[in-house]
């Protein structure tokens, strides 16, 4: 046997750390030295600052890169009116949010909390309960939505009332060139884009051009626009086990891995194929799926990692990173505790009075829910799918545990509710209400979740109209072909603008011992939607009808034939 030689590489090299930062303390940290050695010795308190101060700002600002993308969108001439609506939205939203209020989606999300810490750093500490009190401050303190459920039996499960736990690792690594330091990289995951996480275990099959782009192709679009795109889309290849493929497409999302190398070695660490990255991206342009509501930036951007594989195993694993993209590096050095620079003054992204009128105008359709139920049906069934709607007057807010909840009493022989009868139902769940205002950030859910509830409960005349984000399965377009129901899509993402221009006010209905989950009754004005499902069944997102014609100027629509 030839003799072989010995190769170590990290997995995942990620390069030199081009970020800019900002300096949040310099108290905390000190560099001492043992028998000739430098330590960076770290007071547990720095690290909860750092970790309060950065759940904080993932909820209120974006990163320069990602508002030049959103801008993008705006100033291309190929872009449908619709891409360049949705956008328009999302700069509005963070412009909203910068103000430090309004957190920018309502799904404040898991905290998530990756670390790298140098054998050189001294905290005297548990470090993940550390980041977890950092975690609860930001959480307890500033308008977020406690989202985690303690789970108390295998079936009873309760709100933790402080959005803990977070998922915390630790890991140690070499020092770094200027001595000990400690990495961090800060997520906040929502539900809508964690659900768009998958795994599919392959064979060395996949590996040629055609195979990967046609298993591809098919994937990406399954993912719909449950999770409020344009994405961050990122592939990755391979993987030591299957979790380590997952992870890498979670940080790749995230762009942590956008400095690896772009070639392999016989040291078989990970590297990006960005011809691949170009190729993908180009596919994801031509679904015709858009930002949302039809169009071509369904991504913003494609990362494609290839990694090593055990040779009978091939995973690939699919992530994004939704319109609200939070995540922001930190790091602690003998100079002090640092975050990454959000952008503050998010204005200087907005287009100008006039181009944002331009694109804001167009036909709209208003839609007055104080009417009786039969004639707000009355008055969508005039109007093909695609059709952009403004919605005022009541809707009532019901989601996952509402609707199992009037599901047991639908199977228990009782009567549908009349406050799911009279109004339409718009499926989301608040975040805090700040003082003075009437509601706190307030977007819609992803609607698939409640895709089994539609035919039961419009049978029993209940959820005529329903209102959330996303696609959504066969089965609700066959509940409205068959009881005339609507399901209307709302713009995923800018929750902040929703609670700040759109809903006047907001009161318990029912359940109020579930908190965000309870069921709501609010009053909107001039809530923005479009016809998804109509009632004779047509879904915008499978009716094969003829290509959407989406003029600069607004949104107006050619529908099916009939």
């Known amino acids: 046997m030839a003799d072989v030689e010995f190769r170590y590489s990290d997995l995942l090299p990620t390069g030199k750390d081009d970020t800019p930062y900002r300096l949040i303390t310099t108290e905390g940290v000190e560099e001492i030295e043992v028998d000739g050695r430098k330590f960076l010795k770290v007071d547990p308190e720095a690290i909860r600052t750092l970790t309060a101060e950065a759940m904080k700002d993932i909820n209120q600002y974006l990163r320069p890169a990602h508002l030049k993308q959103l801008r993008k969108i705006i100033d291309d001439p190929e872009a449908s009116g619709n891409d360049r609506f949705v956008a328009l939205d999302l700069l509005k939203n963070v412009n909203i949010s910068a103000g430090g209020i309004l957190p920018m989606c309502q799904d404040t ?8 810490k ?10 993940a309960e550390t980041v977890s009190r950092g975690v609860f401050d930001a959480y307890t303190k500033l308008n977020l939505r406690y989202s985690q459920l303690a789970p108390l039996t295998t079936y009873e499960e309760k709100n933790t009332g402080s959005n803990l736990p977070a998922q915390v690792e630790i890991y140690s690594t070499t020092e770094g060139e200027n001595g000990p330091e400690y990495k961090f990289l800060f997520m906040a995951k929502g539900g809508g884009s964690a659900n768009k996480s998958f795994l599919f275990q392959e064979t060395k099959a996949i590996l040629n051009p055609d195979r990967i782009l ?8 399954s993912l719909g626009t449950a999770a409020c795109p344009p994405y961050h889309l990122a592939v990755v290849i391979g993987g030591t086990s299957a979790e380590f493929a997952l992870k890498t497409a979670k940080y790749a999302s995230a762009h942590y891995l956008d400095n690896l190398p772009t070639e392999g070695s016989m040291s078989a660490h990970g590297f990006r194929d960005t011809d691949l990255e ?46 609200a993209d939070r995540q922001a590096l930190g790091k602690i050095t003998r100079d002090g505790v640092f975050l990454e620079q959000l952008e503050t003054d998010p204005a200087q992204y907005m287009p100008d009075a006039g181009m944002a009128e331009e694109i804001s105008a167009g036909e709209v359709v208003d839609i007055d829910l104080n009417q009786p139920m039969p004639e707000i049906l009355r008055t969508l069934s005039q109007h093909p799918v695609k059709t952009r709607l403004s919605l005022t007057g009541p809707m009532v807010v019901a989601r996952d545990i509402a609707h199992a909840k009037i599901k047991e009493r639908l199977d228990a022989g009782e009567e549908m509710p009349d ?23 307030f977007g819609p859910t992803t609607a698939g979740r409640m895709d089994s509830y539609v035919e039961q409960f419009q049978a ?21 072909g068959t009881y005339g129901g609507f399901y209307l899509g709302s713009i995923g993402g800018p929750a902040a603008r929703l ?64």
């Not at 999300?109 to 790298?116: D, E, Q």
């Open 118 to 127: 140098s054998e050189g750093v001294l905290t005297g500490s548990d470090d």
């Open 214 to 221: 046609t298993f591809l192709d098919e994937k990406i679009r």
């Open 278 to 323: 170009e190729k993908v991206f180009e596919l994801t342009q031509s679904f015709g799926i858009g930002a949302q509501f039809g169009g071509k930036y369904f991504c913003h951007d494609v990362r494609v990692v290839r990694l090593p594989r055990h040779g009978a195993s091939c995973p690939v694993a699919i992530a994004v990173s939704c319109s």
């Open 109 to 116: 999300g898991t905290a998530i909390v990756m670390g790298k």
């Open 419 to 441: 406050y799911m009868k009279n109004h339409p139902v718009y499926y989301a769940g608040p975040a805090k209400t700040p003082e003075g205002m009437a509601s706190g950030s």
């Open 460 to 480: 029993a005349g209940g959820s005529m109209v329903m209102l959330a984000k996303g696609n959504r399965s066969k089965v609700v377009a066959d509940a409205c």
């Open 499 to 562: 609670a700040q221009d759109c809903i006047k006010s907001v009161e318990v209905l029912e359940y109020p011992e579930l908190g965000m989950e309870a069921v709501w009754k609010i009053e909107v004005e001039n809530f923005p939607a479009f016809i998804v499902v109509d009632g004779e069944g047509n879904d915008f997102f499978t009716d094969p009808s003829g290509t959407t014609t989406v003029p600069l100027s607004g949104i107006r629509v050619r529908s099916k034939e009939r």
